[in-house]
């Protein structure tokens, strides 16, 4: 699969791509006899990873040690579970914080129905 094909198929811009690529996020992309890169299922499965990683807040530094975690094989499993169950963690304060701000909001927004009820 080409680069274009890969941004659409992941979500993610070819500029970003290959700023990933750059700092060793991805597995090896291969090359086809033309040069241009060649994009495995593998890879299609890291960059669609990352993007879900990113959009949910996690640092680049601790997407490339997990990256990096991931390159040295099976032997980094327990600790790429930690790092996503950190990541899990987070997520899980995130939304909670984000849950009680939207029960805020939808408070002050009924009080201010009430309010311009009171008015008429």
């Given at each position: 699969?080409?680069?274009s094909e890969a941004?659409?198929?992941?979500?993610?811009?070819?500029?970003?791509?290959?700023?990933?690529?750059?700092?060793?996020?991805?597995?090896?992309?291969g090359?086809?006899?033309?040069?241009?890169?060649?994009f495995s299922a593998e890879n299609i499965e890291w960059l669609v990873l990352l993007s879900s990683?990113?959009?949910?807040?996690?640092?680049?530094?601790?997407?490339?040690h997990?990256?990096?975690?991931?390159?040295?094989?099976?032997?980094?499993?327990s600790e790429r579970k930690?790092?996503?169950?950190?990541h899990a963690e987070q997520l899980h304060k995130r939304r909670a914080a984000l849950d009680?701000?939207?029960e805020l909001l939808a408070y002050k927004l009924k009080r201010y129905d009430e309010m311009g009820r009171e008015r008429l």
């Open positions: 699969m080409r680069i941004a659409s198929t992941s979500g993610l811009s070819i500029d970003t791509i290959r700023y990933y690529e750059k700092l060793g996020l991805l597995p090896k992309v090359r086809g006899s033309d040069g241009r890169r060649v990683l990113r959009e949910t807040g996690m640092p680049m530094e601790q997407m490339r997990f990256a990096q975690l991931y390159q040295h094989g099976h032997e980094t499993l930690a790092v996503l169950l950190g009680h701000c939207a």
